[in-house]
């Protein structure tokens, strides 16, 4: 176990370091901000979702302590590509993980169970779950439509 959580350790340094899908996306259909007060970790998540409710790009841009980084990094490659049912499936796994320290449903979760130790520190919870409610408050604010006519 303690190689398995040092190489966790190691994924989420790379991720904290090195943000995956760090910008901001142009054409974004939805946006949204979130904050956690109880860290001061912020970030601002673009998606694009096409017609058929697939998530076909997804970038963040944010300030925040390595576990709230981690997270956003890691949910953008995860739910790239996804389907908004498959994303919203993944994120009450996530969510599940996080808040049972004896979760066994890692398989599914991918590179996302890097996060699994999480669970023995409730008060980071939500540092790590702050990409995810961005990310469904940004399902709710769809911008209006960008037209070239
Ligand atoms: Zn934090």
Known sequence: MADLRTLYQEVIVDHTKCPRNFGVLEQASHHATGYNPLCGDKLSLFLEIDAAD???????????????????????????????????????DFHHMLTHTDSQQTEQLGKLAVLAGVA????????????????????????APVSTE
């Not at 997804?58 to 994303?87: D, N, P, V, Y």
């Not at 008060?123 to 709710?140: D, I």
């Open 54 to 92: 697939i998530i076909v790009d997804i970038r963040f841009i944010g300030e925040g302590c390595s576990i709230s980084t981690a997270s956003a990094s890691l949910m953008t490659e995860a739910l790239k590509g996804k389907s908004l049912a498959q994303a919203d499936l993944l994120f009450k």
């Open 120 to 143: 023995e520190f409730p008060a980071r919870v939500k540092c790590a779950t702050l990409a995810w409610h961005t990310f469904e408050a940004a399902l709710q604010n769809k911008l």
